[in-house]
Nanobody, 121 residues
Framework: QVQLVESGGGLVQAGGSLRLSCVASGRIKSINTMGWYRQAPGKQRELVATITSGGSTNYADSLKGRFTASRDNAKNTVYLQMNSLKPDDTAVYYC???????????????WGQGTQVTVSS
């Protein structure tokens, strides 16, 4: 009943930038925290960033300020601005959202299908 769709991935040279988007749709009453995770081949999924409904953000320390999350609550959309990209940033990037659905009071975490980001040297 809730879907998240990522977009904006692609191939970029080292040092370049990409902006990812993730739109949530469906039976949504409200969305609390949204987040970005990534998974590189042969590695575990790791946190990239989270952002609360009020706009407070949290980032993985290893990103060193290169990534910025933002959101548009009216559009149920979260963004990830990625600057100074490195080959190590190559991964599938997934968004998620903690959603209060319109059929009840419980919160559920939904995940998108991911978008590929490839950074070349």
């Amino acid at each position: 009943q809730v879907q998240l769709v990522e977009s904006g991935g692609g191939l970029v040279q080292a040092g370049g930038s990409l902006r990812l988007s993730c739109v949530a749709s469906g039976r949504i009453k409200s969305i609390n925290t949204m987040g970005w995770y990534r998974q590189a081949p042969g590695k575990q999924r790791e946190l990239v960033a989270t952002i609360t409904s009020g706009g407070s953000t949290n980032y993985a320390d290893s990103l060193k300020g290169r990534f910025t999350a933002s959101r548009d609550n009216a559009k149920n959309t979260v963004y990830l601005q990625m600057n100074s990209l490195k080959p190590d940033d190559t991964a599938v990037y997934y968004c998620n959202a903690d959603v209060i659905t319109d059929w009840g009071p419980n919160q559920y975490r939904y995940w998108g299908q991911g978008t590929q980001v490839t950074v070349s040297s």
